[in-house]
């Protein structure tokens, strides 16, 4: 049981413009793995730009070569760092799903093929849930397997009972297909003008009953329609919301708290249940129900024994506290219910503070021995503007943070698993960054609490010159409280200064007596 350092490449698109190199070094994934191992390690995290780099002529024999060097590499998958979201695992608008879905299964043949450990995603970079109403989307909505929302209604005909009298959900859609009010009115004219006359008491209860069965059809075909509307998605994370909370769903209880999605208190606290809904749809991908359309991830992951791992998402400025799905927490909770030895989560320490998240009081959060999920560490010392990726100097405040946020992951299990530095920009990305991180992992394989870690891990020698001189600085002065207080003589110099003092050269034996 051991830890893995590694470093990441960085991006092609973002060093090209500011390297020494020109980001020459990144065009393709084999450059990537050779500039990260020009660097003090033997595995490099690939920052994929592209699935196209999964073309590169004569790739497979490429890598070939890197392996018979002993070098090993994981991939970061695409992410908005590159300009879209290409991955929305946890959408429920029926294109995007299908896209994400075929794009998860080339992300994961493509790292299987060339022998990657593991291949890394942020967790969602779908739009806010709070924003959604500020966006038109597609009103054709799908279910946590990709079906049609229409079809999963007619299976669960409770819901789409509950879902016709909501105001929060109807009131989407209400001004284009109208509501119960609308075909109760529409059936009362149709019966008059067919009677000639009032209904009766009992004939109401009957036009009641036409409207509401009206109403249920039109709304549940609408919901695979055409149509572009403000925010439709929300109607599927509200009605998936109610059937897990029906169905006491493990992600449900364990992210939501099983509370219910008509407490409108609670309702409104989006990221009290959004992020169980997120949770539940990108499970979906990995347990299709549909294999004819989506193939299954988790039989990629066995055929290729590759690792698959969740990281906390980086939010853009504004977005802090608005992501669906940040939280270690929650992502130990989905990789546990996919049900896969190769599903984990990542820890990026950077990310979890840009959205809004206290690090320490994550890994405080995460359950006792649930480490054998934790994989993969992002190890850069966040800041308030990330990613800033900044160097770890040896016996820096950096190299100390993520020696105590390392530690108290080992307590709860982490004891092997990759252990990544991310470069950042500049003409050295990296500086001492290596240096300190074995370090860390040396004391931290030693299980040193950080509080009794010794001078070594600083970066100095217990019995190094500098430990010497500061001895002998200290013995020389240790007496000077009694400094013309004794009625001995007090001499200033010993043999050796004295003549130096009498040549003129006091200043210069200061200087150079340690020497």
Not at 19 to 26: I, Q, T, V
Request: aromatic share 10%.
């Amino acid at each position: 049981m051991a830890y893995t350092l590694g470093v990441s490449t960085g991006y092609w698109k973002i060093a090209h413009g500011v390297s020494p190199e020109k980001g020459e070094e990144l065009l393709g994934i084999p450059l990537k793995i050779f500039w990260g191992a020009t660097k003090g390690v033997r595995f490099v995290q690939v920052d994929l730009e592209s699935i196209t780099e999964f073309k590169e002529p004569k790739l497979l024999e490429k890598i070939k070569r890197i392996k018979s060097l002993g070098l090993k590499f994981g991939v970061h998958g695409e992410c908005a760092a590159i300009g879209m979201n290409t991955l929305p695992l946890d959408s429920a608008i029926k294109d995007a799903y299908k896209r994400a879905h075929q794009r998860l299964i080339d992300h994961i043949k493509g790292c299987g093929e060339i022998g990657a450990e593991y291949l890394l995603i942020h967790s969602s970079e779908s739009e806010p849930f709070i924003r959604l109403g500020e966006h038109l989307q597609p009103m054709d909505l799908v279910d946590v397997w990709g079906r049609n929302l229409s079809d999963f209604l007619k299976e669960n005909p409770k819901l789409l009972d509950w879902a016709i009298k909501k105001d929060f959900i109807v009131g989407i859609v209400s001004r284009y297909i109208g509501d119960i009010e609308y075909y109760r009115k529409i059936e009362e004219r149709e019966f008059r003008e067919i009677n000639k006359r009032e209904p009766s008491p009992q004939e109401r209860k009957e036009i009641e009953k036409k409207a509401v069965e009206r109403f249920k059809e039109v709304f549940r075909n609408y919901l695979n329609s055409t149509d572009l509307h403000y925010g439709s998605e929300r109607i599927a994370y509200y009605i998936i919301a109610k059937w897990m909370e029906e169905e006491n769903d493990p992600l449900w209880k364990n992210i939501a708290g099983g509370k219910s999605i008509d407490d409108k208190s609670f309702r409104e606290k989006y990221e009290k249940w959004v992020p169980a809904v997120s949770a539940k749809y990108i499970w979906g991908h990995f347990n299709p129900k549909v294999p004819e359309i989506y193939s299954n991830p988790k039989d990629l992951l066995d055929k290729y024994n590759l690792d698959f791992v969740f990281e906390t998402p980086m939010a853009s400025p504004g977005y802090e506290t608005l992501m669906r799905l940040p939280r270690p927490l929650h992502m130990f909770y989905l990789a546990k219910a996919i049900k896969s030895k190769h599903v984990g989560i990542a820890l990026d320490f950077e990310h979890m503070l840009g959205c809004n998240l206290d690090p320490k009081k994550e890994i405080e959060l995460l359950p006792y021995k649930s480490g054998d999920i934790v994989k993969v560490i992002h190890v850069g010392v966040p800041t308030p503007l990330n990613p800033a990726h900044r160097p770890i100097p040896v016996g820096s405040e950096a190299q100390l943070y993520i020696y105590e946020r390392l530690y108290e992951l080992r307590k709860k299990g982490f004891k092997n698993g990759v252990i990544i530095f991310e470069r950042g920009g500049g003409a050295d990305p990296i500086k001492q960054s290596i240096i300190a991180l074995r370090l860390v992992i040396k004391f931290l394989e030693k299980d040193i609490p950080p509080k009794e870690l010794p001078l070594e891990f600083f970066g100095v020698k217990e019995k190094g010159a500098e430990i010497k001189r500061q001895e002998v600085a200290i013995r020389e002065h240790a007496l000077e409280p009694l400094k013309r207080m004794l009625a001995i003589p007090e001499e200033e110099y010993t043999f050796l200064s004295q003549a130096a003092v009498k040549k003129g050269k006091g200043t210069e034996w200061e200087k150079e007596k340690y020497r």
